[in-house]
Every structure is written in C-alpha cells, then in structure tokens.
Antibody
Framework: EVQLVQSGAEVKKPGESLKISCKGS????????IGWVRQMPGKGLEWMGI????????RYSPSFQGQVTMSADKSINTAFLQWGSLRASDTAMYYC????????????WGRGTLVTVSS | DIQMTQSPSSLSASVEDRVTITCRAS??????LHWYQQKPGEAPNLLIY???RLQSGVPSRFSGSGSGTDFTLTISSLQPEDFATYYC?????????FGQGTKLEI
C-alpha cells in the first residue's frame, strides 16, 4: 500500500528539541519530494517547505526558514522535521505529504503529527 | 510570496445544491492551482490538480476551472459527505501558498 506514516503525538516544554518523522512505503521514496504543512489549532494550512529525499535538496518557506530543519534518510525511506528550541506557538498539527509532478501539488498525505508545546 | 484569496470564507448550502468556490492569486500562476478537501480530524485530500484535472477516485461532481489569477471549484450536486473545508494552493513559485480555506456547512 502506498502510504506515508507519521510518528506519534508529542508533548514538549518550551525550549525543548523535537524531531518528528514521516516514513514512505509502497513507492520509490527517492523519486518524490516530501513536503511539510502546518495547521495550527482551528486554522488553515501553511506550506513550510519541501525536501527531495534523493539528494536532500530542500526549499523552505521564508516564514519557516531558520525555525525548523528538514532532512531525509533515504536508506530508511524517512523524512524528518525538527526543532532546536520549541515555542508555545509551535503547537500545531504537522502533516507530511508527497509531491507529485516535481515539487508540486501533494497527492498523498500522512495522517499528521500533533505537537503540543506547553509548560 | 504569492497570496491566495478564497471566497467566500464560509458557505451554507443544502444537499443537491450547486456550489462554487473562488480562488484568486495575487499574480498570474498559469494553471498551477490545485484544490484540496479537508474533513474534521482528517488530513487534506487532493481533489483537482492543475486547475481542472480530476484526481483519480474523486467523484465527477467536482470540477475546476480557470487560469492566470482566477479559479473556481464547482460541486455540481452537493452530497452529505462534501461538507468540509476546501483549500486552493498554488505551485507556481515557492513558497507554495494555500488559500485561507472555505468552510462548507449545511
């Protein structure tokens, strides 16, 4: 089955670090971009950036550049999104999604990872 | 960044109604416009890509049109499962911005 499986929900304190994952299966992981999308509680979708697992080419939204780091390990078909120091404003659902037709629209989505940052 | 503006932000409709949602880009994006549906508690789902192409498995009551800066998503006959939030997204240039969403309610 073609799918993206995301890691489980996280509860963290401000200032802590975090790395969440997105594992692809059922397709050639290195041939499709993986994007990350943030959805804050009750809000819309925000495009954070994309990474090409084949060579780790990465493009960030200016809104998220320097705030998060995207990476990929093609040996385990997994993409990652990480924070060095979380803030309460990072509380959100984070979706990974597969880019189709290059770094374009998302035709396959993970179920999301809920990140809660609270003291 | 290219700004994507959807209208309306919310819409009340009934089963079997014909509904149109509009998405306007702040500059020309050719046909690099895509539509997603998101139901509560679920991930978004691709409906229409490159303005008018129906994603596999999506019912034919969904259609899209437009190019340049103005686009529409039309649902020809609303079904109960269509009540959800709809988002447009441009992939003409990064960051690949989304519209703010249109919530379709009964």
């Amino acid at each position: 089955e073609v799918q993206l499986v995301q890691s489980g929900a996280e509860v963290k304190k401000p200032g802590e670090s975090l790395k969440i994952s997105c594992k692809g299966s059922g397709y050639r992981f290195t041939s499709h971009w993986i994007g990350w999308v943030r959805q804050m509680p009750g809000k819309g979708l925000e495009w954070m950036g994309i990474i090409y697992p084949g060579d780790s080419d990465t493009r960030y939204s200016p809104s998220f550049q320097g705030q998060v780091t995207m990476s990929a390990d093609k040996s385990i078909n997994t993409a990652f999104l990480q924070w060095g120091s979380l803030r309460a404003s990072d509380t959100a659902m984070y979706y990974c999604a597969r880019g189709f037709d290059g770094p374009g629209y998302f035709d396959l989505w993970g179920r999301g990872t809920l990140v809660t940052v609270s003291s | 960044d290219i700004q994507m503006t959807q209208s309306p932000s919310s819409l009340s409709a009934s089963v079997e109604d014909r509904v149109t949602i509009t998405c306007r880009a702040s500059q020309s994006i050719s046909s690099y416009l895509h539509w997603y549906q998101q139901k509560p508690g679920e991930a978004p789902n691709l409906l229409i890509y490159t303005a008018s192409r129906l994603q596999s498995g999506v019912p034919s009551r969904f259609s899209g049109s437009g190019s340049g800066t103005d686009f529409t998503l039309t649902i020809s006959s609303l079904q109960p499962e269509d009540f959800a939030t709809y988002y447009c997204q441009q992939t003409y240039s990064t960051p690949y911005t989304f519209g703010q969403g249109t919530k379709l309610e009964i």
